[in-house]
């Protein structure tokens, strides 16, 4: 049945796995997608939505590297909203929200129109090792399927565990069964694992709830996209979420059933995600508040489905019930399903390479859940990253590591290998010491090129790219050059209360103001003229504002961020011996045998190691 040998199998078909399969299919090598029902590929199973704080940054990496998560967030979307506007760009972050339905759909048709992918539905129940090398995988029908590397991403299947109050079974998603046999295999060939927890709200009939009682939330008035292709429209009709809160009446109701909760009588021990809780964890933590925000999100176009966010919860049904009746707008609900918690298998990120290669299995590649990140946004970058990184060294081609300051991915991947994480991952832009060069209005700069000689992104992409890069460039140009006389500017900066002209200055110094938009400078008839001429677009106005508002503060950025590329150059050599380093502290030498990082940068990232090891270390490899 499977006579040929795979280049590369991909196991699990979620965000992590779609993504992993479609960047080696496309890279040339013969891949097989594996999965234990492929009526669900990239299914949304938490909530219908991409992007948000530092995610929708990732999901335009993605795109500019050529990967598949941001077109389908955009022909699926059903709203769009640019996050943090407020702020300056570099916290500005696109989130789409989905139906849900068709995000699975358009996933699956990208993928079954991708040359060189085979699919095959089946559970994997293990994996078939020779000499410390993978060689393919063997399947719950006795099937041995041979392949030159394995890209795990298998979600919170993973001995699944389903909790709803004090009933739980055996499952990785509601509705679905939990993987066995490869956890049990892992710990024999010597891996340390974990189990982490997740939760996920109740899905209710839209149709029961009083939108009177909740306030709108529209998308934007212009909407944007993810995707810098051409040929992907943003969106020209939205659908509104809505949103309300608990109340102190909704907290004593869910209080009673804190007893029968799973999270407080003991049954859950695994650590949750900190940064999205449980309803009764935020009331439980933060007893002082008396309210807490609920989104209500249509899950589609058509569907009358909702999915209730901020209320996820593994709270009893019948507690579940009675106090979501209690909140504004839901006195008459009728659930679809209640909201669940789910206890997966995770396996510690210190234990993989940079390139996602587990160190103890060759050609072994782990991406998503399964490194204890949660997300499908931070899932979907590491499939990527995997997918490249097994196709390369199937093609014994130099492996593909993104550093911390060419992308917000290099940053998620370096944290996992370097510091680990004992809580579910979740990315934010302060984990990113350069988020003013990593913007999601400039991922096709800093990407698209990467992502053409790999082989990924695609010549029409690639000069896109350029052509809007020389525009920029060019219209920052015009600033710094043309001079505006004091007639001319002086009522725009008059009506913004800005200090006034005396003579004719560069119209870049006052652009430069903070006040000055863009909306003004195009009152000055030089500007609006150029604008008209070299007939820019939306993307190319945008950017050159980004570049002139923020010169300082990217050039200082980038001059720190050479600094540390010095410290990834000195290379520390394989399984180096730190024990013989007699002036480092022993918490740091334990920490660096533990790890084994490959650079004195990286080394330097590692939680317990000091400034003062890192100059032992250096001395000590200068001699």
């Not at 989905?98 to 129109?113: I, V």
């Not at 939990?178 to 149709?207: N, Y």
């Not at 991922?443 to 790999?454: E, H, I, Q, S, V």
């Not at 660096?592 to 990286?602: D, E, R």
């Amino acid at each position: 049945m499977f006579n040929e040998e795979y280049d590369v199998i991909v196991v699990g078909a979620g965000h992590a796995g779609s993504e992993a399969a479609a960047a080696s299919a496309n890279m040339g090598s013969k891949t097989l997608l594996i999965t234990m029902n492929l009526q669900n590929i990239a299914q949304m199973s938490c909530n219908p939505a991409m992007g948000g704080i530092a995610k929708g940054q990732i999901v335009r990496e993605i795109d500019a590297l050529g990967g598949y998560s941001g077109i389908v967030s955009d022909t699926s979307a059903i709203q769009f909203k640019m996050l943090n506007k407020s702020k300056g760009p570099a916290m500005w972050s696109p989130r789409v929200q989905s139906d849900r339905m068709r995000f699975a759909e358009d996933w699956r048709l990208l993928l079954e129109r991708t040359k060189n992918l085979d699919f095959y539905q089946e559970m994997v129940s293990g994996l078939l090792v020779e000499n410390h090398k993978v060689v393919g995988v063997k399947t719950s029908l006795g099937l041995e399927i041979k392949s030159k590397t394995v890209v795990l991403t298998n979600g919170t299947f993973l001995n699944g565990l389903i909790h709803i109050g004090d009933k739980n079974f055996g499952g990785g998603r509601a509705g679905e069964r939990a993987a066995t046999g490869i956890t049990e295999q892992l710990i024999d060939l010597g891996f340390d694992s974990g189990r982490m927890k997740t939760g996920t709200p109740p899905r209710v009939d839209g149709r029961s709830l009083d939108y009177s009682k909740m306030i709108e939330q529209p998308g934007d008035d212009q909407p944007e996209k993810f995707s810098y292709l051409e040929h992907i429209k943003p969106l020209k009709e939205q659908r509104s979420c809505h949103m309300t809160y608990t109340s102190p009446e909704v907290h004593d109701l869910l209080r009673e059933g804190f007893d029968r909760s799973p999270m407080f009588n003991g049954r859950i021990q695994s650590t949750g995600p900190r940064y999205c809780p449980s309803i009764e964890d935020k009331i439980n933590r933060f007893a002082d508040k008396d309210r807490h925000q609920l989104f209500v999100e249509p899950e589609g176009w058509n569907t009358v489905e909702v999915y209730v966010n901020g209320f996820s919860t593994s709270l009893p049904e019948d507690v579940q019930y009675k106090a979501l009746k209690s909140v504004a707008g839901f006195e008459n609900v009728k659930f679809f399903r209640p909201g669940y918690a789910i206890e997966y298998d995770y396996f510690p990120p210190t234990q993989l390479k940079h390139t996602l290669e587990t160190k103890l299995v060759d050609g072994l590649f782990f991406a998503g859940q399964i490194n204890g990140t949660t997300g499908y946004e931070e899932a979907a970058s590491q499939g990527l990253m995997a997918g490249i990184n097994a196709a390369l060294k199937v093609q014994e081609k130099d492996e593909f590591i993104l550093k911390r300051n060419e992308a917000y991915i290099g940053v998620l991947v370096d944290d996992l290998i370097t510091k680990g994480t004992e809580e579910p991952y979740r990315m934010f832009t302060s984990r990113a010491e350069y988020r003013t060069l990593l913007r999601q209005d400039n991922a096709d700069f800093r990407l698209t090129p990467k992502g053409y000689n790999l082989g990924l992104a695609g010549e029409k992409r690639l000069r896109r790219m350029e052509e809007k890069q020389l525009q920029s460039d060019n219209f920052v140009q015009f600033f710094r050059d043309t001079s505006v006389k004091p007639e001319e500017v002086n009522p725009i900066l008059e009506s913004k209360n800005s200090s006034l002209v005396k003579q004719s200055d560069k119209m870049f110094k006052l652009f430069s103001r903070p006040n000055i938009t863009t909306e003004d400078m195009r009152k000055i008839e030089s500007v609006e003229n150029y604008i008209q001429e070299h007939n820019l677009d939306t993307e190319v106005i945008e950017q050159t504002e980004i570049q002139i508002k923020y010169s300082g503060y990217i050039e200082k950025e980038k001059n720190n961020a050479d600094k540390l590329n010095r410290l990834e150059d000195v290379k520390i050599p394989n399984n180096f011996d730190y024990t013989k380093l007699k002036s480092m502290s022993t918490e740091a030498i334990q920490k660096l045998t533990k790890i084994q990082p490959v650079t004195i940068s990286q080394a330097s990232r590692i939680s317990g190691v000091s400034p003062a090891d890192v100059s032992v270390l250096l001395i000590y490899l200068g001699r």
